[in-house]
């Protein structure tokens, strides 16, 4: 157990939803990280937060955003849902904002849009 | 896009035989870390390599770097069937952008 806690572990929506994707990171760690896992695309880096303020970007689509509340726990939001948007999604922390420490990865929310 | 690529794909072993893969990424990095991942489950880190190391031992885990050929190796000793997953190498630029390879699955047969 990591001690990254995601929810939900699973999520059937249809096209055109809307939803929210819930992480608690371990305690005391600063930063999230919001990744998505598909067979196609592989593990894509999505967003990074730190302390509340977003750190870094990656391949995430302007139909999805983020934020990080001031207790340290974060949400993902996707709308606009389409069929390629099934997925694995994985939340990670770490104790700083630095990519020189690992990350511990939550148990992820599987999202499925029909 | 993926900067590391691990090969090969996929890896079949006997238990107790020695399991190698590597990692090749493009452009320089700041650190290089391996991660496994169990069918369906969140990745669990491995090992992290700095890009002035060359070689990091982990209980039987032994990663190398060379930055000259931009690659990396990580070797699994007497291998087990709880060693069955897949492993991933992450790399970590410069500019602090973070990158995922596609992973090597390894199946350990009993």
């Known amino acids: 157990d990591s001690g990254v806690t995601q929810t939900p572990k699973h999520l059937i929506t249809a096209t055109g939803q809307r939803v929210t994707l819930r992480c608690s990171p371990r305690?005391?760690?600063?930063?999230v990280y919001w990744y998505q896992q598909s067979l196609d695309q592989g593990l894509q880096f999505l967003i990074q937060?730190?302390?509340?303020?977003?750190?870094a970007k990656g391949n995430i689509l302007e139909r999805f955003s983020a934020q990080q509340f001031p207790d340290l726990h974060s949400e993902l939001n996707l709308s606009s849902l389409e069929l390629g948007d099934s997925a694995l999604y994985f939340c990670?922390?770490?104790?700083?904002?630095?990519?020189?420490?690992?990350?511990?990865f939550g148990p992820g929310t599987r999202l499925t849009v029909t | 896009s993926q900067q590391g690529e691990e090969d090969p794909q996929a890896l079949s072993i006997q238990e107790g035989e020695n399991a190698t893969m590597n990692c090749s990424y493009k452009?320089?990095?700041?650190?290089l870390q391996w991660y496994r991942q169990n069918s369906g489950r969140g990745l669990v880190h491995l090992i992290l390599?700095?890009?002035?190391?060359r070689e990091k031992h982990s209980g039987r885990l032994r990663v190398t770097l060379d930055t000259s050929k931009k690659s990396s190796s990580l070797l699994i000793t007497a291998s087990r069937a709880a060693d069955t997953a897949s492993y991933f190498c992450?790399?970590?630029?410069?500019?602090?952008?973070?990158?995922f390879g596609a992973g090597t699955t390894v199946t350990v047969r009993a």
């Open positions: 937060y730190y302390n509340g303020e977003e750190r």
């Open positions: 305690s005391g760690d600063l930063s």
């Open positions: 990670a922390s770490s104790p700083t904002g630095s990519y020189s420490y690992e990350q511990y």
């Open positions: 992450a790399t970590v630029s410069n500019d602090y952008k973070l990158s």
């Open positions: 452009t320089s990095i700041n650190n």
């Open positions: 390599i700095r890009s002035n190391e």
